[in-house]
């Protein structure tokens, strides 16, 4: 029963890497189309979107099979309902990578400076979803604990942007509307990082027991 289970739990573990995946790519794929101006390639977004979604029912009902067909140890608990929780965030960041998407044709294939200032939040946010969804699989506390680290990295580069962007709506309130666009965009990708702490912290709940903590 235990090796039946193990298994089980080995594959929720190939689902949950496979739907992280997925969110990387949907970031990948919002930060290169809005870089390019690539209207084409944001329209790839959602059909990834609807995929993840798939993946979150997939995942929550192997979820609730093993709890309620097997009889999970506490650890085997904590382990499960962490990751019910972190599909959450995982379906969240796909929902806000297709809304970076809508905005992008909005944008006019325009590329300025404030939009390289975004893809390298794009990077950190994607790296952040990588080593969270690694943590969870490694059962890697420290590794958990660098990813809510890095959530300031994320912060700071939005506080960046928008400053900027603010600073050029004051010099050019002609863009004024193209401007609140691209601080959207930043808002996204720092909640995608605001997600992928939250998964981190379910991760070293899974481990600990402890969730939330300092």
Known sequence: ????????????????????????????????????????????????????????????????????????????????????????????????????????????????????????MAKAAIRMVTESVDAYVKQDVELARSVIGQDDVVDDYFQSVKSSLIGWIAKHPENGEYALDLLMVGKYFERIGDHATNIAEWVIFSVTGIHGEE
Do not use: H, W
């Not at 930060?31 to 990834?48: F, S, T």
């Not at 506490?74 to 998407?101: C, H, N, V, Y």
């Open 1 to 120: 029963m235990r090796n039946r289970f193990d298994e089980q739990l080995a594959l929720l573990n190939r689902e949950l890497i496979t739907m992280g995946s997925l969110c990387e790519e949907v970031i990948a794929l919002a930060a290169r189309a809005l870089a390019e101006g690539d209207v084409a390639l944001a329209g790839k977004i959602a059909p990834l979107d609807t995929e993840i979604d798939q993946k979150e029912r997939d995942i929550e009902s192997r979820c609730l099979k093993l709890l309620l067909q097997q009889q999970p140890v506490a650890r085997d608990l904590r382990q499960i309902s962490a990751a019910l929780k972190m599909i959450t965030d995982m379906e969240r960041i796909g929902d806000q990578a297709e809304d970076i998407a809508e905005i992008i044709p909005y944008l006019g294939g325009r590329i300025v400076t404030e939009c390289e200032q975004i893809r390298d």
